[in-house]
């Protein structure tokens, strides 16, 4: 039996896994996530469409000795790894942060993918070749240009990504929901792990190599479909009795009003501090002092400001706004600065910011 044949296998193998991860993750989507889509759009269908696309590689699958199948193949993971990766990243972390802010970027660095994986796709799926060894040759600089611009695109990403764990260590925010802190500090190193076996295969052009790494990507596959599938989707494939059922909706009904009970609570506390002191007029407020301040956990601080008045900028910045407006029509004849500067802005400028903000919103 030719050793093309388990060359073949191997990469039938890490196909099959794809398909498996696309099959499992659109389809498993048990109640919790269909009722809160938030957690799980985009980055679900995202996930899919990305692990669709080894579909591409199917023409090697068939026939590993077509030098056209070849090309596809090698080329494939240093044009395409770190844009998945980065674009992952982006949209899974980002999916309740600032997803938006990174679709032009996704976009254009999409667009560079397609631009140059689509030479190598029709040369290996249409009937015919039309790439000679010159073209091939010249395409393999494309390749590595292309792959060297996805590397940036990803470690933009993983600064982003990094930025956010950063955010939450600090406690912008306190909900776990709002932000996966242990898995994104888990998946962060992804894009990296598997560097060193993307370029073997590629400039030694060995199919040996490329092999090996289709196994070792299939265990990867799998192991990653287990992880991304959140806790609740993880019960939810465990068998239960629907006095279980009971139980637990029942549970998470008393958690939930004691939290809104808390939230309440801390509200009032909240509001006699920075509206009843005036807190709001020092210009360097922060969450600490509220905390400090009024003598309550930070973690329902946090998600105070969250649940009841948006965010702590926007809270403390639509104080100041109201109390300008009152400063200036008291004091016709003060400057804008001088109205800014006593309503608890640092200067105009930033009155100017949060009153534009405030009309967007």
Known sequence: MSEYYYYGLAAMFYVTTCWTFVVVRWFHTCQAPKDRRAYIWPDRKLQCLVYSMATLLLPYVIDPTNEAAWTLMKSYYPATYYFYTGLLLLCYAGTVKQWNRWKFVSWVAACIVIATMLIPVLNAWLPFE???AEGIEFWHYVITTESILMLGFCCLAMWQVWTWIRESRDANYSNPDDFPVRYACIVIIYPFILTPLLWPAYILDSRQVMAVLHILLGVFNLLLLLTVMPAWRRQHMLPSTAEDDEEDHEEEARQDAHIDELIEQ?????????????????PHLKVDDVVEHCQLGRTYVSMTFQRRFTSFASYVNGLRLTHYDQYMADHPDETKESAALSSGFSNYMAYYRAQQKQVKR
């Open 266 to 282: 801390t509200a009032i506390e909240i509001r006699a501090y920075v509206e009843g002191q005036r807190a709001y007029l020092d």
């Open 130 to 132: 039309f790439m000679n």
